[in-house]
């Protein structure tokens, strides 16, 4: 069993090599390599077995529960199935547009779970796609992209063709890469555009708004849904001035933020601690925090993650095999989630 | 992404492939493959030559990166990327130079002036006064220059005669690139240049900087060392062979450069593209015409190729719409102010202004 959860756990994914150049999701080996993953949780040995494990069988053993606690499950929340829902619907709306092609805007502050939603929009998307259309294996149908700092037109029609492989050299002129990508992006049925850290576009400036006006550019080329994700889009002026009543009238926006107490913060904490596998654990202890964790992590889903990931990597490390509210309170957490334990504002 | 004329970006594959057809040559396929991604074609051909450029050919395992293929599959369907080995191509280029220099030489004794030699032949007037007899700057250099050590080569010396000895053969520029990739070493092109000149002249003496000398230069110090000298002295002082001696010696003798077709089959449909862009613009650059002819002719031809036809249309007199003026100032009153050219060995003469 050990054997087959570490294979499991440390081997190649779709036929990708093992290696660091996958690990990113800007690439189209990496972004194929994201959607075919499929979690594999390790079972947990009973303490008999546990106990008769040599040197070896108990270093993997606790290798594959390392790998397994440094990713845990990601959670359907209530935002991820709200992104997930509202990105099928407009494509389906945008489908046999070919005009005017309505977007979505996810927009929040840190820790709130962005990056995840849109990845997890992609990832659904795709496998939409692949069951619609087994017969095309070779189609990109979601295309995945960061917005660098300081954009440039030049610079997003770039990330564009870096995702898609696509040679580009200083020779190369921004036309002749906004055609290959837009080409290779109508041949290969491209269907989702999805633009992470949108709020490195500012149109208050020229660049800025030159960028926004390649990525409208794009959307009339390419007959695909664009969902943008960023830091408070619109405070960081995407909206204002002419080009962003443009794109508000396009676009409709879901906003990411704190979890409040209640019910749901409850049950994300029930699911990821019925995702550990620590052998001294007691099922219970965390539901029983909820309160200690909420203030501990303000809410936000992505310092909990960190809490409880950290949390349960120091627990097989050192021995202990559970979590205690004693264990949580040795973790340091980000710098805003720190302040907010500690009741100072960070910076 | 560029360091010191070698790539050092990873292709990717392209996201749109195409399918393999056995005994294609590797331009089309390349075209089909540009085509199927929706880049140009000569951009893509351009980016599979490393260092990336029109002039250097097609790398093997570029192409099989960006195809995803493996090398081996893509010779054994297209056997045209076989690469064909090398046979003593320093040795035939020499010659060529040799013979070159003969007839620039031949030519200086009628008309002197370099900026008109330089027209005739189609050559840059650095490589005319090289050409040229008297004082000749290359032998001069090496005739004042001391051997000298590159430090900088100690920690790699031994993989360096390793390459060289492995293959004879090997290109100055392929052994560079070996040693740069393989030792992590920053020694320059230059460095590693003079080091394969010495080992490959004295395999012994690697201190010496003798043979450094061009092949014109060594036929130079020959003579010089001719009188009274026996043929076998001389091949032993100069290491080189009995027959190299005695050509040097007998230079009447040298073989004539056989004259080659001026009909390039390969141009056969496109001389006629050519001729009509230099006309529409005199000035386009041979890169500009590459790229037009296989973006928008559909041609599958090397860069060199073109670049000596358009070096041969442009060096002769050819009818233009609007020929250009040539005023030929009289060379006996030098204009004051006008632009001149030095010749080694000889009075300023004026040139005229392009």
Not at chain 2, 174 to 188: D, N
Request: net charge positive; aromatic share 6%.
């Amino acid at each position: 069993m050990v054997t087959a959860t570490t294979a499991a756990t440390t081997g190649s994914y779709a036929g990708l090599p093992d290696d660091d150049q996958h690990r990113q999701l800007t690439t189209l080996e990496g972004w194929r390599r994201y959607v075919d993953s499929v979690p594999v949780v390790p079972d947990l040995l009973d303490r008999q077995a546990w106990k008769r494990l040599d040197g070896d069988q108990q270093f993997a053993y606790d290798e594959a529960r390392l790998a397994h606690h440094a990713r845990l499950l990601v959670v359907a929340t209530s935002t991820i199935r709200k992104v997930i829902t509202e990105g099928r619907r407009l494509s389906y709306l945008n489908r046999y547009a070919v005009s005017g092609r309505c977007g979505l805007i996810v927009s929040g502050v840190a820790r709130t779970g962005k990056t995840t939603s849109l990845a997890q929009l992609g990832k659904t998307m795709e496998v939409i796609h692949r069951r619609r259309r087994p017969e095309s294996p070779q189609d990109i149908p979601v295309i995945y992209i960061t917005t660098p700092p300081a954009a440039t037109p030049r610079m997003m029609a770039v990330e564009l063709a870096r995702f898609l492989g696509l040679p580009v050299t200083t020779r190369a002129n921004i036309t002749d890469v906004i055609e290959a990508v837009c080409g290779v992006c109508l041949d290969a049925r491209t269907g989702l555009i999805c633009v992470d850290e949108i709020h490195n576009i500012s149109l208050t400036t020229r660049h800025g708004a030159e960028t926004s006006d390649t990525l409208k550019y794009f959307s009339e080329r390419i007959p695909a849904t664009f969902v943008y994700a960023g830091l408070n889009v619109e405070r960081e002026g995407l909206l204002s001035g002419t080009r962003g009543q443009q794109i508000a009238g396009r676009f409709s926006m879901i906003r990411t933020g704190a979890f409040p107490r209640g019910d749901e913060w409850t049950a994300l904490i029930a699911t990821l601690e019925n995702s550990l596998r620590l052998h001294a654990h007691t099922p219970g202890t965390l539901t029983g925090l909820d309160v200690y964790l909420h203030q501990g992590t303000n809410g936000m889903i992505g310092s909990l993650l960190r809490l409880i990931r950290s949390a349960a990597i120091q627990a097989v490390i050192e021995g202990s095999e559970r979590i205690t509210r004693a264990s949580l309170d040795d973790i340091e957490i980000d710098v805003a989630a720190e302040s907010a334990r500690t009741g100072n504002r960070p910076g | 992404m560029k360091s010191r004329g070698i790539s050092i970006d990873q292709p990717r594959r392209l996201p749109i492939q195409v399918c393999l057809r056995p005994g294609e040559m590797p331009d089309s396929f390349v075209r089909r493959l540009a085509i199927a991604n929706h880049l140009r074609p000569s951009y893509l051909r351009s980016y599979l030559a490393d260092p990336p450029g029109p002039l250097a050919s097609i790398q093997n395992w570029r192409l099989a990166a960006v195809t995803g293929r493996p090398e081996e599959e893509l010779i054994r369907v297209m056997p045209a990327l076989q690469p064909t080995p090398v046979t003593e191509p320093s040795r035939r280029r020499v010659k060529k130079q040799f013979d070159l220099f003969a007839a620039i030489r031949k030519a200086a004794e009628q008309d002197v002036d370099v900026q008109r030699l330089s027209t005739h032949f189609g050559l840059r007037r650095p490589t005319i006064i090289k050409a040229l007899p008297g004082q000749d700057p290359t032998t001069a250099r090496f005739a004042n220059r001391r051997p000298h050590h590159h430090p900088i080569l100690e920690d790699v010396a031994d993989y360096l005669d390793q390459l060289i000895a492995d293959n004879p053969g090997a290109t100055i520029w392929s052994i560079w690139k070996k040693l740069i990739q393989k030792r992590q070493t920053t020694a320059g092109y230059g460095t590693v240049r003079d080091y394969v000149n010495r080992v490959r002249a004295h395999p012994g003496d690697t201190k010496s900087v003798r043979h450094l000398v061009s092949r014109a230069d060594l036929f130079t110090k020959i003579r010089d060392e001719a009188v009274g000298g026996l043929t076998s002295r001389l091949a032993a002082q100069f290491s080189t062979d009995h027959a190299t001696v005695t050509r040097a010696l007998t230079g009447e003798d040298t073989p004539r450069k056989r004259p080659q077709s001026k009909q390039n089959p390969v141009l056969k449909d496109l001389r006629h593209h050519i001729d009509k862009m230099i006309d529409s613009d005199p000035d386009v650059t041979v890169a500009t015409i590459w790229e037009r002819l296989v973006d928008q002719h559909h041609a599958e031809v090397s860069y060199a190729t073109v670049r000596d036809y358009v070096a041969r249309e442009r060096r002769q007199p050819r009818p233009r719409a609007k020929p250009s003026t040539i005023t030929i100032p009289d060379q006996s009153k030098p204009r004051s102010g006008a632009p001149s050219v030095r010749h080694p060995g000889a009075n300023a003469i004026p040139g005229q202004a392009r």
